[in-house]
Each structure stands twice: as C-alpha cells, then as structure tokens.
C-alpha cells in the first residue's frame, strides 16, 4: 500500500503545488464566509 501512494504521489508531484494552493484557497474561503456574519 505504501508503495501505490509513494508511485502515485511522484506521479502527480507536478500538479501538487496546485492542489496545495487549491485547498488553501478553499480553506480562506471557508474562514472568511464562517466569520463574515459576525463582523457585521
């Protein structure tokens, strides 16, 4: 099992960066629309 994840995770090492700015994206979204109503 350990082996599939370390073949899968090199050949998807180009479109990482992506994914990782993707799901911060994401996540601020998230943060801001949770304390949005507050704020106001």
Known sequence: M????????????ATF???LAG???LTVILVVGLY???AI
Not at 2 to 13: C, Y
């Open 2 to 13: 350990f082996t599939e994840i370390k073949s899968i995770a090199l050949r998807s090492q």
């Open 23 to 25: 799901v911060a994206a």
């Open 36 to 38: 949005l109503p507050g």
């Open 17 to 19: 960066l992506q994914d």
